[in-house]
């Protein structure tokens, strides 16, 4: 009866310490405008991600037009690892906010649509201010609130390592590619391009 009563004792108080030494009640963490808390005092700052939100999105790119690929030749596919600690997706700098990656120009065309806002512009809460749970999916499909987004096909690589059901993002308006947004990931501090399917 005594081995009972104290198994018990550790089932019940597991949480709270789970709770004391960082962790997140689940119920806090499902809802969709809950940033995950940030790092003790003790640990380092990341470089990238880490929780880190910037404050805005990306600025838009004045320079010269993105050469067309040349047709049978393999897709050049960029690293953008800038530092040898960071992803070669593309990211945002803690310190700075500096969307590394985003340099390409109104005219690339891995980022054309022939029919931009084909399913009407997104009309959810974007921006630094509101952060989105992912619900499920795939890369080419994931619900964020009820409202679905595909990446695009050309960053498909960029999110491997993202966590479909249940990695925070935020949404930021593409400055430079018409029917585009951006969408960061929390944990990673990296960010894809993805495409607004609809409610």
């Given at each position: ?19 004391a030494q960082g962790g997140t009640p ?174």
């Amino acid at each position: 009866m005594k081995t009972l009563i104290r198994s018990l004792c550790v089932v019940a108080l597991a949480p709270a310490v789970a709770f004391a030494q960082g962790g997140t009640p689940q119920h806090e963490a499902s809802h969709p405008t809950a940033a995950r808390p940030p790092a003790g005092h003790g640990a380092p700052r990341p470089e990238v991600g880490g929780g880190h939100i910037p404050s805005r999105g990306p600025a838009p790119v004045h320079n010269a037009p993105h050469p067309q690929p040349v047709q049978n030749a393999p897709a050049a596919h960029p690293t953008y690892r800038d530092h040898p600690t960071h992803p070669e997706a593309p990211h945002v700098h803690v310190t700075n906010n500096v969307w590394v990656g985003h340099s390409s120009g109104r005219n690339d065309v891995h980022y054309h649509l022939d029919h931009p806002w084909a399913h009407g512009h997104f009309t959810g809460p974007i921006g630094a201010q509101h952060v989105w749970r992912l619900h499920g999916g795939v890369r080419d499909r994931f619900d964020v609130g009820g409202f679905f987004f595909a990446v695009s096909p050309y960053d498909y690589d960029y999110a491997n390592d993202w966590l479909w059901d249940n990695d925070d993002i935020v949404i930021y308006d593409d400055p430079d590619h018409d029917g585009w947004y951006l969408a960061y990931n929390v944990r990673l501090g990296t960010y894809v391009h993805v495409e607004y399917l609809g409610e």
